[in-house]
Nanobody, 120 residues
Framework: QVQLVESGGGLVTPGESLRLSCAASGSISIIYAMGWYRQAPGKQRELVAWLTSNGSTNYGDSVKGRFTIARDNAKKMVYLQMNSLKPEDTAVYYC??????????????WGQGTQVTVSS
């Protein structure tokens, strides 16, 4: 009932920037929060950045000062600006959205993931 489509991943060299986008669609009444997680090979999925409807943000310690999350509520989109990328940022990045459906209550939805590779 809720679809998330991510875009913007790719291959960059250390120090470069990327911007990820995620668009939510479906039977959404309210979006409580949108954010990004990532999972590197052999590691657990971890929080990258989170943004609530009232503007509160939460960043993973490893990305603070380098990554910035933003939302366009009207378009139901969330963005992740990633600067000063490092090889350890290499992972599949997943968009996550939590909210309320038009008919049946709260939901949590994940995107399909977009690969970010940082390598020289």
């Amino acid at each position: 009932q809720v679809q998330l489509v991510e875009s913007g991943g790719g291959l960059v060299t250390p120090g470069e920037s990327l911007r990820l986008s995620c668009a939510a669609s479906g039977s959404i009444s309210i979006i409580y929060a949108m954010g990004w997680y990532r999972q590197a090979p052999g590691k657990q999925r971890e929080l990258v950045a989170w943004l609530t409807s009232n503007g509160s943000t939460n960043y993973g310690d490893s990305v603070k000062g380098r990554f910035t999350i933003a939302r366009d509520n009207a378009k139901k989109m969330v963005y992740l600006q990633m600067n000063s990328l490092k090889p350890e940022d290499t992972a599949v990045y997943y968009c996550n959205t939590r909210g309320k459906l038009l008919t049946t209550g709260d939901f949590t939805s994940w995107g399909q993931g977009t690969q970010v590779t940082v390598s020289s």
